[in-house]
């Protein structure tokens, strides 16, 4: 879990620096929706910030950011997460794989990439990185709202 919030911390100051996956360009403010009844919008118009769940992962939305945990590994989504208007989106990413115990060195961080399909209260995503030489990849169904139950590495 420290993991995650040092992760968390680092994405919010890099995505203020408009890093990797970030979609900002001058007034950004113009472009935000705060109500969290909207999932999907017309083009150009980012998620709402909330909680997204489903079987083996969740996905929360934050203003320049997203943090993801799936069983045994967990991100950050780099950026605002912007639909187009066919409700797909694609953002840079980082995979961690959980080590335990949690005094073992941190794990290394994959680059990745989240592809995504939003439709109405319903999201699939796929999150691909690359792990010792090897592609990989997982897709997972979220539901808006929903908390996901996913496991964590013992």
Aim: aromatic content about 8%; glycine content about 10%.
């Amino acid at each position: 879990m420290k993991y995650i919030l040092l992760i968390f911390a680092a994405t919010l100051i890099y995505s203020g620096c408009n890093g990797p996956g970030s979609s900002r360009s001058g007034n950004s403010q113009a472009n935000v929706v705060d109500e969290q009844d909207v999932p999907v919008g017309p083009p150009g118009i980012r998620l709402a910030q909330g909680r997204w769940g489903g079987e083996h992962a969740s996905l929360n939305i934050y203003k320049t950011a997203a943090i993801f945990e799936v069983d045994c590994a967990f991100g950050t989504v780099y950026g605002e997460i912007t639909p187009d208007s066919n409700g797909n989106f694609r953002n840079e990413a980082v995979y961690i794989r959980e080590r335990k115990p949690s005094h073992a060195p941190p794990p290394p961080r994959n680059p990745a990439t989240v592809d995504g399909h939003v439709e109405n209260d319903s999201m699939s995503i796929k999150i691909s990185w690359n792990e010792d030489g090897e592609n990989k990849s997982a897709k997972f169904t979220l539901v808006k709202g929903r908390a996901g139950r996913n496991a964590h590495c013992n």
